[in-house]
Structure formats: structure tokens, C-alpha cells
């Protein structure tokens, strides 16, 4: 049975009034997956070597160092510190690698972590796009380093590039990070001659306004393939909802049907390669009642390709 990793102390990571990443994001999904016959477990904190893996002492020790005890701390002009915040980060992370070690275990065939803050804009020393510790690639380097594991594929669909995903795995051959996102959009990254120092990036940029019509060619012709070869052991999702045609802060024309139908591609790839272990974690979706459905839809595909 699919896996579901949540933590109520997401809740207490707090953003100023009128920011897209809030609070209700995680309420609204929790409700969207109420009657959704899952598994349920609460996160534990990231253990400090796994976070070191991707992010070093000093910039973790600047982030507590910047933590307020009330109100809200600045970093940068979108992302912000509130006294949950770091709490709710490390939980981000912790669920990610008890997702890996869930699946990879054999205890759940895949499993998504339903946490915030997201994770995958964070660079090795650099908090930004409401992102504070790089999750999935945190995630990556566990596989890698506490099982063995030979391939890991990160697959972010997320509207915005992850480029923080990229920088933490930009070095590492054994793990392939694809990325289809709009361009021109920010944070500006992932072109598609960002390809990493082992050939291991593959970026797809999508114009504004494009369907699922598009993502769906795009993948069957070059994603999947690129991903077939690799042949991954795992597949890490970077589940961005905000793609979809109602969320405020891009212009894709994705809609519910089309997360569902991305995800079951995925699940194809999985099956084909890493006897279907798929751990997926949110990252973005900004419109709530489009993150609800988008996410279930997402999650009731894992539900059913993990049922077999």
C-alpha cells in the first residue's frame, strides 16, 4: 500500500499574509486525501549526515543562526524564516529519506510526502524560492549512500526549474536529474545545455501557454527514452502541481488529468526498471483547490500502480 508521510508541525512554517506558499496548502491536500486507502506515517527529523551530504555545517548553522524566536526573518525577496520554519525543514527532509528507506526496504511499494516547506530550488549554500534544504536530492544521496544503490532518477515536473536539485546532484554520475518546466520563467535556470559535469541533466524547457498536449509528446519522445537508458534503481518525483492551468504564479495549461497521466508514465518507468519504487515529494501548486485534485489524482495513481 502507498505510502503517505505527513507531520502536522508543517503547519506551524509560516509565511507573511498574501504569500503563495501558505499554510492551507497542506490542509487542502490532507483533506483531498482523507478517504484515500493509504498508509499513513508521521515524518522524523533528517538525521545531520544525510542533510550533510548536500548542505555543509556552516550554511545549516547560518540558517539556525537566522531562525526567529517570533515574526518573520527575510532572506531573500520570496522566501522567509518564521519560528517553524526550520522545524518544519528538517521534517521536509526527514520524510524523504524515511520515504527511500520505506521503499526501498520493501514495507511500501512507493510512497509521497505531503510536507512543506518544498524543497527543490535550494542550492548548496543558498535558501531561496520559499525552499530551504534540497529534499529530493537529499533523498538521492541516501539511496546512493545508505543502500547501495547504483542509479537514482529524479524526475521534477514542477512549472519552475529545480535548480536546486540541479546544483546538489551536478556532480554526481550516478543519479540523472530531468526537469521540464516553462521557460522564460523564474528562477531562470535549466536551459537545455545545462547538462552536468557526467552528462547526468537533462532539462525540457516548455513555452508559456502550452497543454498537456505537449508534455505528453515531450515525454513519450525524449524523456522516457533519455530515462529507459539510465535504467534507474529509483525513481525520486519532484511533484510540483503549479503547472496546472488555474495556478497564479506560471502559465502552463496542464490540467488534473495530465498529472495523472505524467505520473502514470512514471510509474511505467519504475516498472520497467526499479521493480516500481517511486518516492515522490511536493514541491509546488499554489491554487488550492487545483493542488487538491492535482495531488490526488497523483496519489491515487501511486495507490493503484502499487496495489498492482
Known amino acids: 500500500m502507498t505510502l503517505l ?17 501558505q499554510v492551507a496548502r497542506l490542509p487542502a491536500i490532507r483533506a483531498a486525501l482523507a478517504d484515500m486507502a493509504l498508509t499513513r506515517e508521521t ?5 545531520p549526515e544525510a542533510v550533510l551530504r548536500c548542505h555543509p555545517q556552516d550554511f545549516l548553522d547560518g540558517l539556525a543562526a537566522a531562525a526567529p524566536t517570533e515574526g518573520f526573518v527575510q532572506l ?6 518564521s519560528p517553524g520554519t526550520l522545524r518544519a525543514a528538517w521534517l521536509g527532509a526527514g520524510a524523504a529519506v524515511r520515504a527511500v528507506d520505506a521503499v526501498l526496504g520493501g514495507a511500501a511499494p ?3 510526502c505531503a510536507m512543506r516547506p518544498p524543497g527543490h530550488h535550494a542550492e548548496r549554500t543558498t535558501p531561496m524560492g520559499f525552499c530551504y534544504l534540497g529534499n529530493v536530492a537529499i533523498a538521492a544521496k541516501h539511496a ?14 514542477d512549472v519552475h526549474h529545480g535548480n536546486g536539485t540541479q546544483d546538489l546532484l551536478w556532480d554526481e554520475a550516478r543519479t540523472l536529474f530531468v526537469s521540464t518546466h516553462q521557460s522564460p520563467l523564474w528562477p ?14 537533462m532539462n525540457r524547457p516548455l513555452p508559456p501557454g502550452s497543454d498537456g498536449a505537449l508534455i505528453r509528446q515531450v515525454w513519450e519522445a525524449e524523456i522516457a527514452p533519455r530515462l529507459d537508458a539510465f535504467a534507474p534503481e529509483l525513481v525520486i518525483v519532484s511533484a510540483g502541481f503549479d503547472a496546472h492551468a488555474d495556478d497564479p504564479l506560471a502559465q502552463l495549461q496542464w490540467d488534473t488529468d495530465d498529472f ?27 491554487d488550492l483547490p487545483a ?15 502499487g496495489d498492482g
Do not use: K, M
Request: aromatic fraction near 4%.
Open 144 to 157: 546512493l549512500a545508505a543502500h547501495d544503490l547504483a542509479r537514482v532518477a529524479v524526475v521534477d515536473f
Open 260 to 286: 495523472a497521466w505524467l505520473t502514470d508514465r512514471i510509474c511505467d518507468l519504475a516498472a520497467r526498471h526499479a521493480d516500481g519504487r517511486v518516492v515522490s515529494c511536493l514541491e509546488g501548486g499554489y
Open 76 to 81: 531573500d525577496p520570496d522566501t522567509w524564516l
Open 43 to 47: 515524518a522524523p527529523p533528517a538525521a
Open 5 to 21: 508521510i505527513d507531520h502536522p508541525d508543517t503547519d506551524a512554517h509560516a509565511n507573511p499574509p498574501g504569500h503563495p506558499e
Open 188 to 201: 531562470g535556470t535549466g536551459a537545455a545545455d545545462e547538462t552536468g559535469t557526467q552528462d547526468n541533466v
Open 291 to 305: 493542488l487538491a485534485a492535482s495531488a490526488a489524482a497523483h496519489v491515487d495513481v501511486l495507490r493503484r500502480r
Open 110 to 112: 512507493n510512497a509521497f
